[in-house]
């Protein structure tokens, strides 16, 4: 029904930049918040940042002044550029977005399988 697929994660040093796309895919009506989590192993996911359709963004702390968010909604595509990265930003990063179906016109969360980031020198 509905596919997201990220792209961009890779190995960098501490201070190094990465941009995460994430495009969605399929049996698309309409996107609203689209956003990005990650997990670190042993850790709990968390949020990272989101948008919404509006532009309107939101951070976690840890990410604040660092990654900035950002989407094509003519794409159906959100980024995240990764600046200023720390070896704590080490983990798998998730795209997710609250999706209306043609088929169903339900709305649900998709999620897709992650892109890994490390960062180590």
């Known amino acids: 029904q509905v596919q997201l697929v990220e792209s961009g994660g890779g190995l960098v040093q501490p201070g190094g930049s990465l941009r995460l796309s994430c495009v969605a895919s399929g049996s698309i009506l309409s996107i609203n918040t689209m956003g990005w989590y990650r997990q670190a192993p042993g850790r709990q996911r968390e949020q990272v940042a989101h948008i919404t359709t509006g532009g309107r963004t939101n951070y976690a702390d840890s990410v604040k002044g660092r990654f900035t968010i950002s989407r094509d909604n003519a794409k159906n595509t959100v980024y995240l550029q990764l600046n200023r990265l720390k070896p704590e930003d080490t983990a798998a990063y998730y795209c997710?977005?609250?999706?209306?179906?043609?088929?169903?016109?339900?709305?649900?969360?998709?999620w897709g399988q992650g892109t890994q980031v490390t960062v180590t020198s």
């Open positions: 997710t977005a609250h999706v209306q179906t043609i088929a169903t016109m339900r709305w649900n969360d998709y």
